[in-house]
């Protein structure tokens, strides 16, 4: 079971003014392997405010957007209630103590930094793909 977190005056939720953690989520997303995966990637990177990095734990997708219940003053409006996700986040390693990107192994923000990796990742990229092959190959 995962320890909660207890937000004393001396913790660094409390210190924490921007409530960094509070700004984001990140959902683990399978490792892309081939350019079909890639073109889904880019697919989801299109989509404002969505990012995708990869890290020590493997990859995932990034959705910047704040809670709707973070108050003004950095506290959660439904703290006696919140979330399970929001209950075992762990303080021990977070936003306060460093940038979150320096964990990062490979960070794509925009459309435009996938497509440049897997332009180097694929020398074929941009041909058409086997998904699109198999689909034109049925169709005959």
């Known amino acids: 079971m995962s320890k909660q977190i207890t937000i004393f005056p001396e913790s660094k939720c409390s210190r924490c003014k921007p409530s960094s953690c509070c700004t984001y ?3 683990p ?5 081939d350019q079909d995966d890639y073109m889904n990637l880019l697919w ?3 989509h404002e405010h969505v990012s ?3 890290d020590r734990d493997g990859w ?5 957007g704040k809670c709707e219940h973070l ?3 950095g506290r959660c409006g439904i703290y006696e209630s919140r979330p399970d996700a929001c209950r075992e986040h762990s303080d021990e390693s ?3 103590d460093r940038v979150l990107s320096t964990d990062f192994k490979l960070f794509f923000p925009t459309y435009e930094s996938l497509l440049a990796h897997c332009k180097k990742k694929f020398k074929d990229w941009g041909e058409e793909s086997a998904k699109s092959k198999k689909k034109a ?3 005959t």
């Open 29 to 33: 997303i399978k490792k892309p392997r």
């Open 94 to 96: 977070c936003e306060f």
């Open 137 to 139: 190959k049925l169709k």
């Open 52 to 54: 995708a990095f990869k």
């Open 71 to 73: 108050q003004p003053d």
């Open 25 to 27: 989520i990140t959902q």
């Open 60 to 64: 995932y997708l990034m959705i910047d």
């Open 44 to 46: 989801q990177v299109s």
